[in-house]
Nanobody
Framework: QLVESGGGLVQPGGSLRLSCADS????????IGWFRQAPGKEREGVSC?????????LYADSVKGRFTISRDNAKNTVDLQMNSLKPEDTAVYYC??????????????????WGQGTQVTVSS
């Protein structure tokens, strides 16, 4: 079961660090994607990291240079460090697993398990 944590309320320009954890399975072999969905908008891909043996990453243009995805294998988590946050980053953030181990894109059909999401609100 995937569980996201770390969301909250932050001022514009601030930072948050989200974590995606699974208590039952090791995340090493999966590609992990982070997605977000703002009210009234479609879900969009934010970032992805391939399996530990590969480690390649993918970012949406809207977050490049501001967000960093990484693995903490000791904790069995995939983290999303979000810096220079903007009001338009406000959304529910979800993580999901791609069993192929590769970041194949943002199509939801590539991802089989999803977390429940964590709310990120960027507001002054």
């Amino acid at each position: 079961q995937l569980v996201e944590s770390g969301g909250g309320l932050v001022q514009p320009g601030g930072s948050l660090r989200l974590s995606c954890a699974d208590s039952g399975y090791t995340l090493d072999y999966y590609a992990i994607g982070w997605f977000r969905q703002a009210p009234g908008k479609e879900r969009e891909g934010v970032s992805c990291i391939s399996s530990s043996s590969d480690g390649s990453t993918l970012y949406a243009d809207s977050v490049k240079g501001r967000f960093t995805i990484s693995r903490d294998n000791a904790k069995n988590t995939v983290d999303l460090q979000m810096n220079s946050l903007k009001p338009e980053d406000t959304a529910v953030y979800y993580c999901a697993t791609d069993p192929s181990g590769r970041c194949r894109g943002w199509d939801s059909v590539f991802f089989d398990y999803w977390g429940q999401g964590t709310q990120v609100t960027v507001s002054s």
